[in-house]
């Protein structure tokens, strides 16, 4: 069997996901189709991988490398997994651009990976060279699953699930995590072991709708509680979250660092006070860029020095959706799909993030009904940006960039329209080299 890593480059995420597919015993064997556009990080991607396939793996697995575009096809060809985390413009300079153009305009942002208009900016990038994937995967592997990881999660998986032939499921870290956030937020730790829960929603604004602990016990009215007090009484990381528990009932999947920019409450120009009584960190995402390079370039080095890294399986999705699939043992994800009623008051074309089990027939997503309708108005506030977004990927109409970032909830409650256009022009005119032409 052969699993293709688009965006091999990306060292730690490859490690994760293929060292993990070595821990199965169904997958092991497998070949792993390394395809980066960076030669030198896909070259320390594979001494990585093969010093895993060494010392944890028995070196069963094959580990090949496919440089540039014109090597693609040799790396999707016949595969039966296709996992993408490229980063299309990297961050310097795009991430730089995203954050630096909007605050000239006064418009300041934590991550500007999902929403936003560093989100938008970011799905126009990416957007083209996924689609040049799913050609590619048409041709070359038709039948295979494309396994999305790379943000802005909903405006890629839903475009790919709209507008290719590809099989395609959107996958993210927060959902598994979320119920541990919060409980261990809240001081109840002791309650996670045997809990159930029901997470539904959008990617990064899912809801937990339920939790209980093991004896069918709802959670909920103790957590709220303490949220409320412990945002009263202490500065901390989740403020943000704990504030949408009080005053929407419920906590959402994605750290407050992303939900502050999601909405027009918290990031305000007119009450600078609110950053600091919500602990909001501006300009995160840059300040976690520059720490995730020095970091990895220490951990590379050490690693490379003596070769005897290993591996334990982690908690991401892929391998798991890939071992059900392969040997028909169920297993069930929180993955991003299109809604077509699974959600009944958003958007049939949104696309959502509920559970999905996954089978040797493929990922069948799950009927949740109808959101509470204030927790159905906050996903829809994002879901109307993203699907413009998408609508100028597929169109190549420039209006549709417009209307997006006038529609996105935090650019509108900061700037005027004149201000969005002309902001909207410059991030253009800086990212054209990556870009197709608009009209």
């Avoid at 103790?222 to 419920?250: P, T």
């Amino acid at each position: 069997m052969k699993i293709t890593f688009m965006g091999a480059g990306s060292t730690i995420f490859a490690r994760n996901v293929i060292g993990d597919c070595m821990c199965s015993e169904a997958l092991r064997d497998s070949e792993f189709a390394l395809y980066d556009i960076d030669a030198k990080r896909l070259e320390e991607s594979k001494i990585i991988l093969e010093a895993i396939n060494k010392n944890t793996n028995e070196s069963r697995a094959t580990i090949t490398t496919f440089l540039g575009k014109e090597n693609r096809k040799d790396a999707l060809r016949g595969a039966s997994f296709v996992v993408n985390a490229i980063q299309v413009g990297g961050y310097d300079p795009c991430t730089i651009t995203d954050f630096e153009i909007p605050k000239k305009y006064g418009l300041n942002q934590t991550i500007a990976d999902t929403l936003g208009i560093g989100g938008i900016m970011r799905a126009l990038r990416t957007i083209p060279v996924m689609k040049e994937f799913a050609d590619d995967i048409e041709e070359v592997c038709p039948d295979a699953w494309f396994l999305n990881y790379t943000n802005p999660m909903a405006i890629l998986t839903g475009y790919m699930q709209r507008y290719t032939k590809v099989k395609t499921i959107g996958l993210c870290h927060s959902v598994q995590v979320c119920a541990k956030a919060i409980l261990d937020g809240v001081g109840m730790s002791d309650k996670l072991e045997g809990h159930s829960e029901l997470i539904a929603g959008i990617n990064h604004m899912a809801w937990l709708l339920e939790i209980k602990d093991k004896d069918g016990n709802d959670l909920y009215p103790e957590i709220k509680k303490r949220a409320k007090e412990k945002n009263a009484n202490e500065k901390h990381h989740d403020m943000v979250r704990f504030d949408y528990i009080d005053r929407l009932g419920y906590y959402c999947t994605e750290s407050s660092e992303h939900n502050a920019e999601y909405n027009p409450f918290y990031i305000k120009s007119k009450y600078p006070e609110m950053i600091d009584e919500f602990n909001i960190p501006l300009d995160e995402y840059p300040r976690r860029c520059v720490n995730q390079i020095e970091g990895w370039e220490k951990e590379r080095d050490n690693i490379l020095a003596n070769g005897e890294v290993t591996h334990t399986r982690s908690h991401e999705y892929a391998s798991y959706i890939m071992e059900a699939i392969v040997t028909n043992k169920p297993y069930t994800i929180g993955g991003n799909v299109i809604n077509n009623g699974l959600i009944d008051n958003l958007p049939a074309e949104a696309c959502v993030e509920v559970p999905c089990l996954i089978t040797s027939a493929g990922i069948q997503p799950c009927k949740v009904g109808p959101l509470p309708l204030q927790l159905a108005a906050m996903n829809s506030s994002n879901i109307y940006p993203q699907l413009l977004t998408i609508e100028a990927a597929a169109t190549l109409e420039k209006k549709y960039i417009y209307q997006a970032a006038m529609m996105d909830p935090h650019t509108a409650a900061e700037l005027n329209i004149k201000d969005i256009y002309a902001m909207v022009d410059e991030l253009l005119e800086a990212h054209k080299d990556w870009l197709p032409e608009y009209r």
